[in-house]
């Protein structure tokens, strides 16, 4: 090969390459942009937030604290059983009911209540939780975190939340 | 036969396929490599398992949130074969984990990261942080409780990074909740990106090891020194050096044979992972564990002193992993042999039982309560009326067993309460019981009176020595 053939200067060459480069570079950002876009999705759209009926407020006794379950905001179609969540509900007095996530603070493994004991715990680190949330021992940086719960009609009715993220 | 050769004769002269390859195939390699250097090749071996395994379940599995658990039942009982191709999928994750381990401890014994291999270490290094994503994203997508309590558990790691953590998260779960956008997720990164990265960093390892050479045997008082080591290593191969194949690549085809053959041999002895229950995060009932090679990190996230474990959780898998790609390029030089680097014996050692140490502990976990523990027997109790038995009740119910072993039954995460009677008094029990302690629960508000008498009552009776005395009186 000889460089000098075809009458091409230096700078010209110079240019041609860069030319490529970039043309390229804005092929890759017109294919990038929408892919990006669809990965990233998750960041984009904002929280939809429902409040779901979980149950007739005289189905809870005063006191006790039992698992509920809720659908999802708005699942998609094919998320079958995972579009549901779980939350611990206690109620408290009259219309007070609290809400608990079944996440542990510490890395988000289910804890269980155990009625005799008032406590929850959880399977995965050892985290113990008291009836109120409170952390009671092990690894939980913070109390169990906490829905949003109101008496709607003589419905009790959660609204939903992202999994909470310590 | 005259035209079959005639045949391979046109193919191979317009592909120029014997030229090319010839050539890369009876590359030099220095004498005397043995069977020390199989592993890297073995791990390749694991690594074609599990391409051809994995496709092949690809064509049965079902990417659906929804579905996929259904799918991995009908794979693993129905299906013809579906059974021994999961259980080759799993045994073959754990011989690519297991052979990359060992070809690095091979390879920072010998010192063959350093000049002027260094790149080809840091492949490597990306290619175990790749192999290790695959373990992970694969046991997620068994898409059994322990699948989605992983992917819960990764995005709670993930949240802790500062700043960027709540969007890592979101992008793990694929929106603010394990849902109908999570499986395909991790399905894709499953099958596609990492797997695509995994060949591409192959390539470039290989191409490397190809352009650098194999790394000889090293020898006590033979440093390494990057101004004359290409020259002399060039010099060897042209006075000792011998073709790889097939003068050392029957090695590598022994071994890598033999790793195949044990991977079929232990998914037709042992079967796959068995499913746990179905993918409803409203099953509170789980145990999430991950498989073998990430327990010992499990552990690690048990162990942490409170107050530490942001830091760690993230700093630690970097910090681990900056100092493995860094390791070459501070010590790019000096001796190989490792009867001359006792340091780096000692590391791999220690490194050995360190996460050894943890392994076994991630197995027993003795950190988790127990929740299988049954009422203790009448005859552990030695009571089956009265206070003691009552407060052997109580022990149970109020979750005290959970977490304290009695006469080998409960959990390990408290203190074994078998002879408690023989080492605390009635007082220091009962300021124990109702104020809790480091790491168990206050008691105060959930204990009557005479519930915590019958419980001081039965552990007041947990001493071995005076029990035999009663019964010898007896």
Redesign the interface.
């Known amino acids: 090969m000889n460089p000098d053939c075809g009458n091409i200067t230096p700078q010209r060459r110079k240019f041609l390459a860069r030319l490529s480069l970039g043309l390229g570079g804005l092929g890759a950002a017109f294919v990038g942009v929408p892919v990006l876009g669809f990965l ?1 999705r ?2 984009l ?1 904002s ?1 939809a937030e429902e409040w779901r009926s979980v149950g007739r407020t005289d189905s809870f006794q005063q006191g006790h604290t039992v ?1 509920v ?1 809720f659908q ?1 905001a708005s ?12 939350a611990w509900l206690r109620r408290e007095g009259d219309h007070r009911f609290t809400a608990f996530s ?2 542990c603070t ?7 209540w ?1 009625p ?4 929850f ?6 985290g ?1 939780y ?1 009836k109120n949330g409170e952390v ?4 939980p ?1 913070k109390p169990l975190t906490q829905y949003p719960v109101r008496v709607r009609g003589g419905l009790v009715e959660i609204l939903t ?3 909470p ?2 | 036969m005259h035209l079959l050769k005639k045949a391979w004769a046109w193919f191979d002269d317009r592909t120029d396929l014997s030229k090319v390859l010839g050539p890369i195939l009876r590359h030099p390699v220095p004498p005397g490599t043995g069977w020390k250097y199989v592993f890297g090749s073995a791990t390749l071996f694991s690594f074609f398992v599990q391409v051809v395994t994995g496709i092949a379940l690809a064509t049965a599995y079902v990417s659906s949130a929804g579905q996929a658990y259904d799918a991995l039942q009908w794979i693993t009982n129905k299906a013809a074969f579906g059974n021994i191709l999961r259980g080759m999928h799993y045994f073959g994750a754990s011989a690519m984990v297991l052979m990359a381990g060992i070809h690095m401890i091979r390879t920072f014994l010998t010192g063959s990261y350093k000049f002027p291999r260094e790149m080809n270490w840091i492949l490597g290094v990306v290619l175990l942080g790749l192999t290790i994503l695959m373990g992970f994203t694969g046991q997620l997508l068994r898409w059994d409780q322990d699948g989605v309590w992983s992917t819960i558990v990764a995005a709670e790691q993930a949240g802790r990074v500062p700043l960027i953590g709540h969007w890592l998260a979101k992008l793990i779960l694929g929106g603010t909740t394990v849902g109908g956008a999570t499986l395909s997720r991790f399905f894709a990164y499953h099958v596609f990106f990492i797997p695509a990265l995994i060949f591409a960093f192959v390539g470039l390892h290989l191409f490397l090891v190809l352009r650098h050479g194999i790394s000889e045997p090293p020898r006590a008082g033979h440093p390494v020194d990057p101004k004359t080591y290409k020259a002399w290593y060039a010099d060897l191969l042209k006075r000792e050096g011998r073709p790889f194949w097939p003068d050392a690549a029957w090695r590598d085809v022994v071994f890598g044979v033999a790793v195949v053959i044990g991977i079929v041999v232990l998914a037709w002895i042992f079967g796959p992972p068995q499913l746990t229950g179905p993918p409803d995060p409203t099953i509170i009932e789980a145990y999430p564990r991950p498989d073998w090679y990430l327990l010992w990190y499990f552990a690690v996230l048990a162990q942490l002193p409170h107050g530490t474990e942001s830091y760690v959780i993230v700093l630690a898998p970097l910090t681990a992993g900056l100092v493995l790609l860094l390791l070459p390029i501070f010590f790019n030089k000096g001796e190989r042999s490792p009867s001359r680097r006792p340091w780096a014996v000692a590391i791999v050692i220690l490194a050995i039982i360190g996460i050894g140490t943890l392994w076994i502990a991630g197995q027993r976990s003795p950190w988790s309560p127990d929740f299988s523990a049954r009422p203790l027997s009448p005859e552990t109790v030695h009571a089956s009326n009265g206070p003691i038995a009552d407060g052997a009740q109580l022990f149970y119910r109020k979750g005290c067993e959970y977490c304290h072993t009695v006469s080998g039954q409960g959990g390990q995460r408290g203190p074994d309460l078998t002879a408690v009677g023989d080492r605390l008094t009635a007082d220091q029990m009962t300021i124990r019981i109702l104020n809790g302690g480091n790491n168990m629960p206050a008691y105060a508000g959930n204990l009557k009176p005479q519930e915590l008498n019958a419980l001081l009552a039965f552990l007041r009776s947990r001493d071995p020595a005076a029990q035999a005395n009663s019964k010898q009186e007896k």
């Open positions: 990233l998750p960041l759209s929280v698992e379950s999802d699942p998609l179609a094919w998320a079958g059983v995972t579009g549901k969540t779980a079944v996440n510490h890395l988000g493994c289910p804890v269980r155990l005799d004991a008032d406590l715990m959880c399977p995965c680190h050892g113990v008291y009671a021992a092990g690894p940086p939340r992202p999994t993220i310590t």
